[in-house]
């Protein structure tokens, strides 16, 4: 491939007016051969620079996929550079509200996530939002793959009102082509459902520290119409309920058709159990144990009489658990993270709560385990099912890991006297 991609190269010097096989440079990006493809792209660079100079629209291409390489190659500074000066070029070019600028603004959008600089990832991710909207209309479905990236990018950041919002846009779109009960509709439907989630169920146990409504920067954004609840049940409820209701009709339809197979049959089925677990449980959550005790049964039965290994009932699954906030960073830089776990046992209920709270192990002794029995109080499982429904589940067993910095003194003792031994239970189920 080095050798190709030598070739590649000395070709494009000797004659810029050939056509650059970017499509085989992002292949090998991917394939993990990212340093061959800088070196070509640099000289592609080069070669239209001198051909067409320094403001061609042709540099726009290869400059994005030197980005993506350096990106590989770990080196966000040099990418954010080349991202931003193909950024310019497209817009000089194109215009300022050209919608092929997206795809840049989506990696500078990646970049800045990856580094943790949120606020400007959400910027970028809005403004990208903004120029599709701009081109293809709030009501076309066309801004439908847009409307989800950017409200799951909100939901990811407890931004739970502004993706509701662009949800059902998203569905009053769909509704006005008279698509609101096809496959289309689903991601929105589950969407909204989520951010109910979301709102009664925070992703810490601190909720405090949230403002969801400063953290949309779009200007036609109107929350006006969404306000904060304690608990939206119905409302997540119907978008579940009409979830299944799509899917079922999808497996009717088809199994009325003779050219179906048996793998696209059997794709359907789980796709409708898969529906109406969620739906399963949005119950158990909002603690309306006997309906999500009927669907989990009801469930059991039709998977086991299947063979659809779509999900495995012998044991509980973790639901919701509000993460713990971690040991504070201290503000001597010499003192060097390393790893704390906490292990607790416990039954687990029908109910999905849990009982008989009981700390295994804890290290460091007593950092973490008092937040974490605190917080599973909190917790909601799935609980074990049979044939008779959900039941008890005794003696499970939860591990929390989490980063802590010890003094010098503690972090030698600790690998003097390693514990893993305790930490490494074969019974150990950690949160999805």
């Not at 809005?126 to 599709?132: C, G, R, T």
């Not at 039709?302 to 971690?326: C, G, H, T």
């Not at 939860?398 to 003094?407: A, D, L, Q, V």
Request: charged share 25%; no cysteine.
């Amino acid at each position: 491939m080095a050798l190709i991609a030598s070739a590649f190269s000395t070709h494009a010097a000797e004659n810029t007016g050939a056509s650059y096989d970017l499509d085989y440079l992002t292949l090998q990006i991917q394939s993990a051969e990212a340093e061959q493809a800088r070196t070509t792209l640099e000289q592609i660079v080069t070669d239209i620079k001198t051909a067409q100079g320094r403001y061609a629209y042709a540099l726009v291409a290869p400059l994005t996929l030197l980005g993506d390489a350096q990106m590989a190659l770990k080196e966000p500074d040099l990418a954010a550079d080349n991202y931003a000066h193909a950024l310019h070029l497209s817009r000089s070019n194109l215009g300022l509200f050209a919608p092929s600028q997206v795809d840049i603004v989506y990696r500078q959008a990646a970049l800045n996530t990856a580094a943790g600089d949120l606020l400007v990832a959400r910027q970028r991710e809005e403004y990208a939002f903004e120029v599709l909207q701009r081109h293809h209309g709030q009501t076309s479905l066309n801004l439908l793959p847009a409307i989800k990236r950017l409200g799951e990018f909100y939901q990811r950041s407890y931004n739970f009102l502004g993706a509701r919002v662009l949800f059902k846009q998203a569905l009053a779109a769909l509704e006005a082509q008279n698509r609101q009960t096809s496959e289309a509709a689903i991601p929105y439907l589950q969407g909204v459902a989520k951010t109910y989630l979301t709102e009664r169920f925070p992703p810490y146990y601190n909720e405090s520290q949230f403002d969801s409504r400063a953290q949309s920067g779009l200007r036609d954004l109107d929350l006006s119409g969404e306000y904060v609840s304690i608990s939206n049940f119905p409302a997540g409820e119907r978008a579940l309920q009409a979830v299944v209701t799509i899917r079922q009709q999808s497996l009717d339809r088809a199994l009325l058709d003779p050219d179906i197979d048996d793998d696209e049959s059997i794709g359907l089925s789980r796709a409708v159990h898969a529906a109406m677990l969620d739906l399963a449980d949005w119950h158990q959550m909002f603690g309306h144990i006997r309906e999500a005790r009927a669907l989990y049964k009801h469930l059991f039965a039709e998977i086991s009489a299947a063979q659809n290994a779509l999900v495995a009932f012998d044991q509980p699954k973790l639901l919701y658990f509000p993460k713990p906030k971690d040991p504070r960073r201290p503000n001597d830089f010499r003192r060097l993270p390393t790893k704390g776990a906490v292990e607790v046992q416990f039954d687990v209920m029908p109910t999905g709560r849990v009982r008989k709270l009981e700390t295994i192990t804890s290290v460091p002794d007593g950092l973490m385990d008092f937040q974490v029995r605190r917080n599973l109080r909190d917790a909601v499982f799935r609980p074990a099912v049979n044939a008779d429904g959900p039941l008890t589940s005794e003696a499970f067993s939860y591990r929390y890991e989490f980063e802590h910095y010890p003094k010098q003194d503690d972090a030698q003792s600790n690998i003097a006297t390693p514990n893993a031994s305790v930490l490494d239970k074969d019974q150990t189920h950690e949160a999805e």
